[in-house]
């Protein structure tokens, strides 16, 4: 079957780091994709991992083990603006490439 | 934010009248997509379309239906509105480009539309 497991909610303070992990289970993969999604408002694409390893892009990174059906997503110098749901997104195999959505995570950030 | 623009974005009906929403997309991207969200459930594929008049049934299409009868249009059409179908709809689009080698075919989501059924 196809499974995503992500803590369910998260809180952290400004400025610091906080790593949000993700496991998945998929039959066929095509990469992983994070979004990020405020409350009210549509995802917003964070970062895509096809091969293992550490992606950066700015305060965010994030890390993919394909043969561990892992992946985390690591946030650096934390600011309100980041709270959030962080939602890890696999990407099925074959030319239609559906997301597999698990629930996110919900990040809290206080000062 | 990838062109991508919905209709309408709130609308608030009763049970058993029809209802169409509608996704449109400026950048001629092939795949289209609509989901619903709720407490609970997450993102959850009810149709999705790869081409002009090419479309197939997500994990919740039952009450649903799709038409795309040209590239920047994708059409999601309730024909009998039932409470249940209360939610948040998203359209996505899926957009191919390549950094270093690696193609991505990440998804953009549309702003949204929030539909009550009462």
């Known amino acids: 079957g196809q499974n995503i497991d992500q803590p369910t909610e998260m809180t952290a303070t400004e400025g610091a780091i906080v790593q949000i992990n993700c496991t998945y289970q998929t039959s066929g993969f095509n990469g992983l994709f994070w979004y990020q999604q405020h409350a009210g408002e549509a995802p917003t694409f964070l970062s895509y991992?096809?091969l293992d390893g550490l992606e950066e892009k700015g305060r965010f990174s994030s890390f993919l083990s394909r043969s561990k059906g892992y992946s985390y997503l690591l946030l650096k110098e934390l600011q309100m603006k980041d709270s959030a749901s962080y939602l890890c997104?696999?990407?099925?195999?074959?030319?239609?490439?559906?997301?597999?959505w698990g629930l996110g995570t919900s990040l809290a950030v206080n000062p | 934010d990838a062109g991508i623009t919905q209709s309408p974005r709130h609308k608030v009906t009763e049970t058993g009248t029809p209802v169409t929403l509608r996704c449109h997309q400026t950048e001629n991207h092939r795949y289209m997509y609509w989901y619903r969200q709720d407490p609970g459930h997450g993102l959850r594929l009810i149709h999705y379309?790869?081409?002009?008049?090419?479309?197939d049934k997500g994990e919740v299409s039952d009450g649903y239906s799709v038409s795309r009868s040209k590239t920047e249009d994708f059409l999601l059409t309730l024909e009998s509105a039932t409470s249940s179908q209360t939610s948040v709809y998203f359209c996505a689009i899926r957009s191919t480009s390549g950094v270093n080698k690696t193609i991505y075919n990440e998804q953009f989501f549309g702003p949204g539309t929030r539909l009550t059924v009462l």
């Open positions: 379309s790869y081409g002009v008049k090419d479309t």
């Open positions: 991992n096809v």
């Open positions: 997104a696999p990407s099925g195999a074959g030319n239609n490439r559906k997301l597999i």
